[in-house]
């Protein structure tokens, strides 16, 4: 039978030990590389020194790429079941040059699963560059876009700055009970709103579109409002934040995990 002390020394060493492999997972740069072991994968230094030679395709929305883009990559969102066919004729364009995919960053897997689907097809010469976007931004503002334009140097938002305009639901829905006349934004699609109005029908329901959207930053400034924006899953108003900032909306805010986290919590209600 264990002594107390040889407990408390197994329990310690137990500890230890996942804390160590946590620390490690915490330290991998690039922890989807193993689960895509068979691809190859390309970082800042070599896309830079190879930039003139590389098709560099973006994998994400077209909202994503028009809000901010590797200069030059081509768009193929890998969502829509024509992306294989894009692809392919992208590839018989370019029939000998390298092809780096790319998405948001470090933990971002539609990189991977687009250069695992392309590899599929029987394409080959294929990379991930699974730095993403924001290293390459950060790294060489002078081959980024940010809203159709060469990125200057403290234009891209930091998650401190992003946060600061993030509210939990519940603060989410008090902040804007005690706001005069707030302008409240839905840019969810219809098929997620699913007929359903979270604020009683005084919502403006619109796709995620600046042009769209312009209608309401415009009132926003004029008439000194702030604007509430919902999304369905806190994902889509990172992006829309570079053009509240481009716009110079005075106030807005954003709730924390979109539609889908307030549904949550009234249905444990």
Known sequence: M????????A??????????????DDADPFPL????????????????????????VDVRSAYEYETLRI????????????????????????????????????TCAKAYQAAQRASQDGLTNLFVF??????WATAHPERAELLGKTVEPGKLIS???????LLAPEAFMQKLMNTPNP????IRDAFQREGLSLFNMREHFTPLDNQALKTYTERAKAENRALFVVDATGRQVQWLQYFLEDQ???????????????????NKR
């Open 2 to 9: 264990k002594t107390f002390p040889s407990l408390l020394i």
């Open 11 to 24: 329990f310690l060493t137990l500890i230890f030990t996942a804390t160590a492999v946590r620390a490690a």
């Open 33 to 56: 590389r193993k689960s895509y072991p068979t691809l190859k994968t390309m970082e800042v230094e070599e896309l830079d020194r190879r930039f003139a030679d590389v098709v560099v």
């Open 71 to 106: 200069k030059g990559a081509k768009l193929v969102p890998i969502g829509p079941p024509e992306f294989d066919e894009q692809i392919k004729a992208l590839r018989n364009e370019n029939p000998s040059s390298p092809m780096a995919f790319y998405c948001n960053g470090h």
């Open 130 to 135: 699974d730095p993403g976007v924001f290293d």
């Open 159 to 165: 998650e401190k700055k992003f946060a600061q305009h």
């Open 183 to 186: 302008i409240i934004i839905d």
């Open 248 to 266: 110079g909306v005075p106030e807005y805010y954003f709730m924390k995990g979109g539609a889908k986290a307030y549904y949550d919590i009234m």
